[in-house]
């Protein structure tokens, strides 16, 4: 299936940038270029893009834009559901947003007339959220203005990429928002997946982002932060240890005192005695009297 945007058919007539969603099982299997650029968006499964006769993946999250004069073929790699959103963008357009940014996009940022890049699942979500947008407006000039800032936001991604040397700033953010919620101990309960989807993104995209950022993986960095919460119950209460457990999202015994051993060097139970702030108080302030904090 292909849907056109606004069924502006074979050509970009008035318009700047013409959108359409596609998913049908070969794509462009046959080389062709274009008189426009265009931006291929991949929001779900995988292509292959062949280029002077050179494979390349596309997958989930990935951002390609070519120049009108490269030629290419793309087609479905293997059998996952491909959902592909392409722009076709008027060379004005580019040449006007290239004044707009102070930069030569044709020449600087695409002058090997093709780049590849990532988007975070947060920034492919809201790309869709203004697509959907476009959609739904039925006046052309605000459905344009949609398209322009899809472009735009683009654009400006690849700016800070080709500058930072090809450090993506978006990671950052992700790495950041994902850390602060795994030590949040409201979300101790959850699994990773469910972390990960409470910012959009998918665990496997941020998996790869704590990898390329030299992080322990996201699920050891959940641990940790659990044991360590596991320890102020440990040093200020009389809770059963297996109560505590679960309270950290630790449902069994036997794993959590194998991880608190592997992460502390000694059982709950052992550094419970060694740290307990009830033991202090009845030993050395309180006498006899029994105190649950």
């Given at each position: ?22 998913n049908e099982n070969e794509l462009l299997p046959y080389e062709h270029d ?115 800032n899809i472009i735009t936001k683009l654009l400006t991604q690849l700016i ?134």
């Amino acid at each position: 299936m292909k849907q056109h945007l606004n069924m502006w058919p074979n050509s970009l007539g008035p318009v700047e940038v013409n959108a359409f969603i596609n998913n049908e099982n070969e794509l462009l299997p046959y080389e062709h270029d274009h008189t426009y650029y265009e931006f291929m968006l991949i929001e779900r499964g995988s292509l292959i893009q062949t280029i002077d006769g050179v494979d390349t993946i596309l997958d989930k999250n990935t951002t390609c834009i070519l120049r009108p004069d490269v030629a290419h073929t793309v087609k479905r790699n293997g059998n996952s559901t491909v959902v592909l959103l392409n722009f076709e963008v008027d060379m004005k357009f580019i040449d006007a947003l290239s004044n707009q940014l102070g930069i030569d996009v044709h020449n600087s940022l695409l002058k090997d007339g093709i780049v590849i890049f990532k988007s975070s699942g947060h920034n492919m979500h809201n790309y869709m959220k203004l697509l959907a947008s476009a959609y739904s407006i039925k006046d052309l000039k605000q459905s344009q203005i949609c398209l322009k800032n899809i472009i735009t936001k683009l654009l400006t991604q690849l700016i800070d990429i080709h500058f930072l040397g090809n450090v993506n700033i978006d990671d950052n953010i992700v790495v950041s928002a994902i850390l602060h919620e795994l030590n949040n101990p409201s979300n101790f309960t959850l699994g990773i997946d469910a972390i990960c989807r409470k910012k959009s993104y998918t665990h496997e995209h941020v998996s790869r982002l704590f990898k390329k950022a030299n992080l322990p993986q996201p699920n050891k960095v959940l641990l940790k932060n659990k044991l360590a919460y596991a320890c102020t119950f440990l040093k200020s209460s009389k809770m059963p240890i297996i109560k505590i457990a679960e309270i950290c999202g630790i449902y069994t015994v036997s794993y959590f005192n194998k991880s608190f051993k592997t992460e502390y060097g000694i059982s709950p139970s052992q550094y419970r005695k060694n740290n307990s702030i009830y033991n202090k108080l009845t030993s050395h302030d309180l006498g006899s009297h029994e105190v649950i904090i």
